[in-house]
């Protein structure tokens, strides 16, 4: 699937979010992408690591799962672009309910005609202080 705007990949993202599927996430992002995802692992991480994570992230998760972004900035340019915003999950795990939310910012690159995520970075907001 061919994606000619940064616009159009991030609702591919969030139709394969919602259905939970690992490798139509994956589909969207170049070979050599890198993440920081939360700090959990203390180093970016790459496309083995992020299957395992989001894996693990829906394994147990109940039907219903809810997956939305807010971008609160998108910037394409000719073949590099970025955004961030807000991504929100909801639904239940094992029976019980849980939402969370986390900031995330994107790169892009357009590559043959094909946006390709290259880097991701989630972390969790801080409470107001």
């Given at each position: 699937?061919?994606?000619?705007?940064?616009?159009?990949?991030?609702?591919?993202?969030?139709?394969?979010?919602?259905?939970?599927?690992?490798?139509?996430?994956?589909?969207?992002?170049?070979p050599?992408?890198?993440?920081?995802?939360?700090?959990?692992?203390?180093?970016?991480?790459?496309l083995?690591?992020?299957?395992?994570?989001?894996?693990?992230?829906?394994?147990?998760?109940?039907?219903?799962?809810?997956?939305?972004?807010?971008?609160?900035?998108?910037?394409?340019?000719?073949?590099?672009?970025?955004?961030?915003?807000?991504?929100?999950?909801?639904?239940?795990?094992?029976?019980?309910?849980?939402?969370?939310?986390?900031?995330?910012?994107?790169?892009?690159?357009?590559?043959?005609?094909?946006?390709?995520i290259?880097?991701?970075?989630?972390?969790?907001?801080?409470p107001?202080?």
């Open positions: 699937m061919s994606h000619t705007s940064i616009r159009e990949i991030l609702a591919t993202l969030t139709a394969y979010a919602c259905a939970k599927d690992v490798d139509g996430i994956l589909s969207l992002y170049h050599s992408a890198l993440a920081f995802d939360f700090g959990q692992h203390g180093s970016a991480i790459g083995d690591q992020i299957r395992e994570d989001c894996g693990n992230g829906y394994r147990g998760v109940d039907d219903g799962f809810e997956y939305s972004f807010q971008a609160e900035r998108i910037v394409e340019r000719e073949t590099i672009g970025y955004c961030f915003g807000i991504e929100r999950v909801a639904g239940t795990r094992n029976g019980v309910p849980f939402r969370a939310e986390a900031l995330a910012s994107y790169a892009f690159e357009k590559i043959d005609g094909r946006w390709l290259t880097h991701q970075h989630l972390s969790m907001p801080q107001p202080r």
